[in-house]
């Protein structure tokens, strides 16, 4: 937090309001007192150190400039952070909660981000011990830089229709790589542009004359000393992009580019030096750095949610607009209850995300370690959990962004306000590791299944039990946390039966199967939503009762507050569909349309608060209107001297264009 300078006698207000432990908020959101210790540590080593801050905003450097900048600010973050990880063997850089947090240090998109992120998950899950004992010293102490490049022009979320080929060569013991057309062009990766010298290509492997499908091989791209491209291959950057401008993304192709038979990653299928192919326990295995980081991405979106809340909530504190009352002054925007509508969801869900990110995290790790002694029986369900909250997460976390920027009148379209750098994270959510749509569909496809077995009376896991309650009879309608949960089961159960039957239908009317799930696809989709949204309802209030009792009342009851607005907020949104599929009545709407109300109102006292518990320091949040101390105006003034155009009183072009225009007008 900053407190130079006066802080906004709105926001002191506010703060004197506050009925519960704002610490302890954050204690609860980093998951204990010592891990808010650390991640404090980690930034109070980094916030400060000079070279990491912007002389001048990055908009106004080129686009050049804006990746040597962010380049020079990567090495000296990571030198910072493997230092610190060396002196605290206990910080570890891939929980997700340290994960994303590090990455928002600074406030460009690192380069250097799939290196971390993808390149050595991927050796660590797809390599063999051998492979593993090479690559990953290597990889760890950042000899090599690498990325992951599996996206091509072409296809990037039809992986068994990506055309990079790896043919084996058994005279040579090489595998011979080749980018047979323009869409065979690899087209995406984070730092592949002028960054990594190595990378994880994703490519279809071909030997003894077969194809056996996509694989992972570890490739070597540019020279170690001079960082030229190597012989045979083509690389570049991609350009400028909605978000993300800093990350580097590039290009790649290969010419008949040849790689040792060891630089196959071998942990799942393997080719022998004859060139057998040995195949894997699953083929999906091979998918399995794409799951990671889906699982990643919730608890990130939780985070750019809580970033987007922050800057909303405090400026709807400062901000005074319109005069209801004609004798008395302008009220805060933030006591408009639609205003309030706009903001305490956001709050809501980004607890809401990062407590079902938590959740997934855990199911992530028992399934991984399942998988390690050859346990594959729950994947299957991991999959479909990864797909649907990593796609629904992403995508409200879109429509929570910008509408807590549209919340923020005209000054949340300016640049310094950093609501399009957070709408450039949210808005790739939606798209990387799996776009919204295709993703959900993956989760129907276990729903559709689930409905089979749940027909057939079979025994049902965890998170799709509840599809035999509505297959046995319809439960009474209750107005309460459980009963809202209930409801929206009773929706993902409804919707997937009639998912279910439209295929049934189109099938019978003589489609084949493939036909008749596109014509059934918009219910699919819809059908996995629904099953998502009763998973995070169903998790954050759990997850709230769990830890009730171990804080303290003040707290407990304001977290117990946001819980239950998310789930009345959902239920009014889904009104038609639990009409449809439960057993509401108006009149149940009509009273949990009073009780939003009153939660709104409970909840405003505390609306600052709230956010001051994400605890997101200024130098972190980068924005003029969301700042702790609330100086909205002065940060704006400040921000706006900065521009280049503002260094001189008369800009040239006034007399190379504007002028002699002018004067021509004049004649
Ligand atoms: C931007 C936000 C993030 C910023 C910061 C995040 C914070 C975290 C910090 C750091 C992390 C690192 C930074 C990461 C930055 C992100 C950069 C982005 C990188 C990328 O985008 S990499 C490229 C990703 N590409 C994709 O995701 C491609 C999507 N496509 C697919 O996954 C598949 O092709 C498909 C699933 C859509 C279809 O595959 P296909 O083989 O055709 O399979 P089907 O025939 O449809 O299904 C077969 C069968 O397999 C099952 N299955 C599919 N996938 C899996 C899997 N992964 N695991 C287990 N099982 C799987 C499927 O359900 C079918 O089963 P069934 O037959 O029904 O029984
Ligand atoms: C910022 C950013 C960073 C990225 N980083 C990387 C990286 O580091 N490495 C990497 O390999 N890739 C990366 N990618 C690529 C990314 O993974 C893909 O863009 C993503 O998986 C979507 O694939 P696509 O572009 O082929 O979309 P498409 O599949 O072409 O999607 C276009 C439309 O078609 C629809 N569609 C496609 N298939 C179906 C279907 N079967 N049923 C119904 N609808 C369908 C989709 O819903 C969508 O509406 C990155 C992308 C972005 C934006």
Same mark, same amino acid.
């Given at each position: 937090m900053t407190t130079e300078g006066k802080v906004n006698e709105d926001l002191l207000k506010e703060r004197?309001?506050?009925t519960f432990d704002v610490e302890e908020l954050t204690h609860f959101i980093d998951g204990g007192e010592q891990a808010t210790k650390d991640r404090r540590e980690v930034e109070e080593m980094v916030i400060y150190v000079k070279e990491l801050k912007d002389e001048i905003p990055e908009e106004y450097l080129s686009h050049t400039g804006k990746y040597e900048n962010a380049m020079k600010k990567s090495c000296v973050l990571i030198d910072l952070l493997k230092e610190h990880a060396l002196k605290h063997s206990s910080f570890d850089a891939y929980r997700p909660t340290n994960m994303y947090r590090v990455q928002s240090l600074v406030p460009q998109q690192m380069p250097l981000l799939l290196h971390m992120g993808m390149f050595v998950p991927t050796i660590i899950g797809q390599g063999s011990p051998e492979q593993q004992a090479e690559w990953l010293p290597k990889a760890l102490s950042m000899q090599i830089m690498g990325t992951y490049a599996q996206t091509e022009l072409g296809h990037g979320t039809f992986l068994r229709g990506l055309e990079t080929t790896a043919t084996y060569d058994p005279a040579t013991e090489e595998f011979v790589l080749h980018t047979p057309t323009l869409t065979a062009h690899k087209w995406w990766p984070g730092g592949l542009g002028q960054t990594a010298n190595h990378c994880i290509v994703v490519a279809q492997l071909y030997t003894k004359g077969e194809c056996y499908g996509v694989h992972p091989f570890i490739v070597q791209i540019r020279d170690s000393e001079t960082h030229m491209?190597?012989?045979g291959i083509k690389v570049g950057e991609i350009g400028p992009k909605l978000g993300f401008q800093t990350a580097n993304n590039g290009f790649l192709a290969f010419d008949h580019f040849r790689i040792p038979r060891e630089n196959m990653l071998m942990k799942n299928a393997q080719v022998q030096k004859d060139g057998t192919y040995i195949k894997g326990k699953s083929e999906k295995l091979t998918y399995g750095t794409m799951m990671l980081i889906r699982v990643m991405i919730v608890t990130d979106m939780a985070y750019e949610v809580s970033r987007a809340a922050t800057i909303a909530v405090r400026y709807s504190a400062v901000r005074h607009q319109s005069q209801?009352?004609?004798?008395?002054?302008?009220?805060?925007?933030?006591?408009?209850?639609?205003?309030?509508?706009?903001?305490?969801?956001?709050?809501?869900t980004s607890h809401a995300f990062r407590l079902a990110g938590n959740w997934l995290w855990n199911t992530y790790s028992q399934v991984t370690r399942d998988l390690d002694k050859g346990k594959l029986d729950h994947l299957p369900e991991l999959h479909a959990l990864s797909c649907c909250l990593k796609a629904v997460s992403s995508f409200d976390a879109g429509l929570i962004v910008e509408r807590c920027r549209m919340a923020c009148g005209g000054h949340g379209y300016m640049m310094s306000s950093n609501f399009p750098v957070?709408?450039?994270?949210?808005?790739?959510?939606i798209t990387v590791e799996g776009e919204y749509t295709v993703l959900l569909l993956q989760t129907a496809r276990y729903l559709i299944k689930a409905w089979e077995q749940a027909k057939e009376g079979k025994v049902m896991t965890p998170t799709v039990s509840y599809m035999v309650n509505f297959n046995n009879n319809r439960l009474k309608w209750s107005n309460t946390p459980e009963g809202i949960i209930s409801g929206f089961q009773s929706v993902a159960a409804g919707k997937t039966k009639a998912a279910y039957e439209a295929l049934q239908k189109y099938k019978r009317a003589g489609n084949d199967y493939e036909d008749s799930w596109n014509l059934a696809s918009v219910q699919l989709t819809n059908a996995s939503e629904a099953h998502c949204r009763a998973i995070i309802c169903e998790v954050f209030w759990k997850e709230i009762q769990r830890m009730s009792p171990t804080q303290s009342p003040g707290l407990a009851k304001v977290l117990q507050q946001l819980a239950e607005l998310y789930l009345v907020y959902w239920t009014l949104e889904k009104s038609g569909d639990l009409l449809e599929y439960s057993s509401i009545s108006s009149s149940d709407l009509t009273a949990l349309r009073q009780r939003y109300e009153? *939660?709104?109102?409970?909840?405003?006292?505390?609306?600052?608060?709230?956010?001051?518990?994400f605890d997101i320091r200024d130098q972190v949040l980068n924005s003029t209107l969301g700042s702790y101390d609330g100086r909205v105006y002065e940060r704006l003034m400040e921000e706006a001297m900065k521009s280049p155009l503002n260094q001189e009183p008369?800009?040239?072009?006034?007399?190379?264009? *504007?002028?002699p225009f002018m004067q021509k007008s004049k004649l």
């Open positions: 004197r309001k506050c491209p190597l012989p209801p009352k004609p004798d008395q002054p302008e009220p805060q925007i933030l006591d408009y209850v639609t205003q309030q509508h706009k903001l305490f969801i956001a709050i809501a957070i709408y450039g994270v949210v808005a790739a959510g009153e *939660l709104l109102a409970l909840i405003r006292p505390n609306a600052v608060g709230l956010v001051d518990g008369v800009n040239q072009s006034f007399h190379k264009y *504007l002028k």
